[in-house]
């Protein structure tokens, strides 16, 4: 699938200048070293002024270089391997404190997150959750992990949550063969995305389910076939990716679900700590 910056670069490319073609041509050709260069580091490789490069990203219709910087960013991640990100990583933190590097650009992440996630989205996924007659929920390989937490707590508060096993094809398809218009499937997936939660969520969707993703962008080829998006930054890391922006919106939805049903997770929670107490599921003090 093309990359919106792509799209965006090959449609108006013959409109561009001399110096903003040669701009586009290192973006298409060599995003992987262009992803983390200050304007007027990648005009200078070019050889064009720091003006132009900025100018380049308004002429491709974003606010600023930041943003434009930030959906090379996604192009990397969405292409190169394994090795190539560690590569990536390398140069980006160089011999500079990694934990300190690591920890303030998940701040970031969050910060950008919260300040760009469309609340009436957020809001109208919770209340589809609750509306659900079964909640489905899928994530794979890295973001495996999310769906694992996410089904973990939500079933401790409702019965029909299931979370989807996505090893293989055919196993998620068993899993969801009978998925309707009265039930709802969570995915998650960020770059590289899993074609397993893909095809999930396309025949959810074909088959009238509500379809909620969490995901990267509204390009996401997750976001195509669902009605509620909900969007969180993600960053490469080095080999991984940074999922605390994704994680910190799954314990939000947690929160509001639990508000809004005080009374019944109250008395679904006194009568598991009742249990946990019998059987001594948590050590004791």
Same mark, same amino acid.
């Given at each position: ?15 561009? &200048? ?30 064009? &002024? ?28 969405? $292409? ?77 508060? &409702? ?9 293989? $094809? ?42 909620? &993703? ?12 669902? $009605? ?58």
């Amino acid at each position: 699938m093309e990359n919106d910056i792509e799209s965006r670069i090959r449609s108006q490319f013959s409109e561009f &200048s001399k110096g903003q073609k040669k701009i586009a041509t290192v973006i298409l050709d060599n995003y992987d070293k262009a992803a983390y260069m200050t304007a007027a580091k990648l005009g200078e490789m070019v050889q064009v &002024s720091e003006s132009t490069v900025v100018r380049f990203a308004l002429e491709l219709g974003y606010e600023g270089y930041p943003e434009l910087q930030r959906a090379v960013q996604e192009l990397v991640r969405a $292409k190169l391997t394994s090795n190539q990100r560690i590569q990536i990583s390398d140069l980006r933190y160089g011999d500079g404190d990694i934990l300190d590097g690591v920890l303030t650009a998940d701040i970031s992440k969050i910060k950008y997150t919260l300040e760009n996630i469309d609340r009436a989205s957020f809001h109208a996924a919770v209340d589809a959750i609750v509306k659900a007659k079964r909640l489905f929920i899928i994530g794979a390989r890295s973001t495996a992990s999310l769906a694992s937490f996410f089904n973990f707590n939500l079933r401790l508060i &409702s019965e029909n949550v299931f979370l989807i096993q996505a090893h293989s $094809k055919g196993e998620v398809f068993e899993q969801i063969l009978d998925i309707g218009p009265e039930d709802m499937l969570f995915a998650i997936s960020f770059p590289r995305y899993s074609t397993n939660v893909i095809n999930a969520v396309k025949y959810a969707h074909a088959q009238g389910a509500v379809v909620a &993703s969490l995901t990267d962008s509204t390009m996401s080829p997750i976001a195509k076939y669902a $009605k509620y998006v909900l969007t969180a930054q993600s960053d490469m890391v080095s080999y991984v990716d940074s999922l605390v922006a994704p994680l910190s919106i799954l314990n939000a939805i947690i929160v509001a679900i639990t508000k809004t049903h005080r009374e019944q997770v109250t008395a679904r929670f006194d009568k598991l700590e009742r249990i946990w107490d019998e059987y001594d599921v948590y050590a004791k003090r």
